[in-house]
């Protein structure tokens, strides 16, 4: 999915990850760093009958961030979602 607006463009795209949860958010953290992003602490949150694990990668200039959504439901496979915007102007 895409979207773009004044301010804005970006996306999210959403995929299926073997599990563990653990080597998920890992690989998904060193990724973001190796591309020069800042990375927030993970946070955790029950959502329904899953739980969600959180965090974004934001670049030095603040212009591009990167959420991370992943949805530890569907064991052994993990549902991750990428939430990407970039500022315009």
């Known amino acids: 999915m895409r ?6 463009a970006g996306g999210m795209v ?3 990850a073997p599990g563990p949860l653990a080597d998920v958010v890992a690989f ?4 973001l760093e190796r591309h020069g992003m800042t990375v ?3 946070t ?5 009958d899953y739980i969600e694990t959180r965090f ?4 030095a200039d603040g212009r ?9 439901k569907s064991e052994p496979d993990m549902i991750v979602q990428l939430n990407y915007a970039d500022e315009k102007g």
Not at 44 to 48: N, S
Not at 64 to 72: A, G, H, R, T, V
Request: no cysteine; hydrophobic share 30%.
């Open 56 to 59: 974004e990668g934001r670049t």
């Open 3 to 8: 979207f773009s607006n004044d301010q804005r």
């Open 28 to 31: 998904h953290r060193a990724s």
């Open 44 to 48: 955790v949150h029950p959502v329904r």
């Open 40 to 42: 927030t602490e993970a």
């Open 14 to 16: 959403m995929y299926s």
């Open 64 to 72: 591009s961030s990167l959420s991370i959504n992943i949805i530890d």
